[in-house]
């Protein structure tokens, strides 16, 4: 089953599975100890940038003038 909102890690990734764009949290690093495994490629930033970018300012929103 295909979710618009997931972008897939690219094969030869150190890791598997997909981005959950939609699942966006905010988490202490530090206080989970957490490590980085490696970057994200340049590509896969801008897939997942671009799908955030759409789901935080829908496309009617962001022509609207304060």
């Known amino acids: 089953r295909k979710f618009p909102?997931?972008?897939?890690i690219p094969k030869?990734?150190?890791l598997t599975g997909f981005v959950m764009?939609?699942?966006?949290k905010s988490v202490d690093y530090r206080s989970r100890r957490a490590k980085r495994i490696e970057r994200a490629d340049?590509?896969?930033l801008l897939d997942v940038l671009s799908i955030l970018d759409?789901?935080?300012y829908p496309p009617e929103r962001?022509?609207?003038k304060s």
Do not use: R, T
Not at 5 to 8: A, E, I, M, S
């Open 42 to 44: 340049q590509d896969l």
């Open 5 to 8: 909102f997931h972008v897939p």
């Open 54 to 56: 759409a789901c935080i």
């Open 12 to 14: 030869g990734s150190k």
């Open 62 to 64: 962001k022509n609207i």
């Open 21 to 24: 764009v939609e699942q966006v």
